[in-house]
């Protein structure tokens, strides 16, 4: 690859990433309405998995590996990004509002989901398939208890009625489409989404090569962006239609999979030992980053500009921190 290809492969990664991120939306969106569930549950799952797909794919291969620290470094660092970096990002170019029902139940268990590693990572500093069983179930359990609330719940909600309507008019304008088309729309926007990040990513390690950085400030830098590119895109992209739900669930959706299905995953297909940097400092920054975004949401029900800059400063700052003191950790 020369620097023409590689800028190329960048500016066209991305490009493609924005319009996948907009079929995805306006696919999730449908399939809600269909449904009868708010665009927050959407979010909360197929949104969130697929989004997160590069975290997976990347855990999964290390397990493999047997490189346990690897598997759950790409966990903490995709979860500290979503919250501070795609989280700030959105929040400066666009306040996002947060609904009530994602202070009292979703933010909550995103922390507590995370603190429930402690007693396997900073206790036993080991995870093995049983407690990774334990951690699918529990993924499974709360992903089929969100899908039953809120369905019971209903449409008729204000606040979901509010929150779809806009959408749900459009729809109505362009004819009633199918439930199937939706879903094809899903699809072709999660395909979008995984081509496009790794074309934006082939030509981002290259021109950092280029550049003379290490493989070390690549991963922490170029790559780690590069990973949370679709929840980015995405986000961005829902929160501009006016879907904060969709934005917001889409991150900390993304944040109970990783914790719980990736790190299921990765440690029922070869548990490992967890080294005492990841049991402590690192697990930490990560509860301190999640607690934060918390705090700051609870505020007013919305996560301002000034509250965007908290947030992406922190993620600088943790850059800043592994750059700094963890070089040859």
Known sequence: MNLFLALLSLAGGIAVLIKGADVLVEGAVGIADKFGVSPLVVGLTIVAMGTSAPEVATSIAAALEGKGDA??????????????????????????????????????????????????????????????????????????????????????????????????????????????????????????????????????????????????VIGCTILAIGTSLPELITSLVAAFKGHDDLSIGNLVGSNIFNTLLVVGCAGVISPFEVSERLAGTDYWIMIAVSIVFLLFAGVGRKISRKDGIVLASIYVGYMVYLLVFTRDV
Do not use: Q
């Open 71 to 216: 598997a759950l470094g790409n966990v903490y660092g995709s979860n500290i990004a979503n919250l501070a970096l795609v989280g700030g990002v959105c929040s400066i170019i666009r306040p996002i509002s947060v609904r009530l029902i994602m202070l009292r139940r979703e933010l909550p268990v995103m922390i507590l989901v995370a603190l429930l590693l402690w007693p396997f990572l900073g206790l036993n500093s080991y995870l093995g398939r049983i407690e990774s069983i334990a951690l699918l179930i529990l993924f499974a359990s709360l992903i089929t208890l969100t899908i039953r609330a809120e369905r019971k719940a209903g449409k008729n909600r204000p606040d979901t009625v509010a929150a779809m309507a806009s959408e749900v008019e459009e729809i109505k304008s362009h004819g009633v489409k199918s439930l199937r088309f939706y879903v094809i729309m899903v699809v072709i926007g999660l395909v979008a989404l995984a081509v496009g990040a790794r074309l934006s990513l082939l030509g981002a390690v290259f021109l950092g090569e280029k550049a003379g950085l290490s493989d070390f």
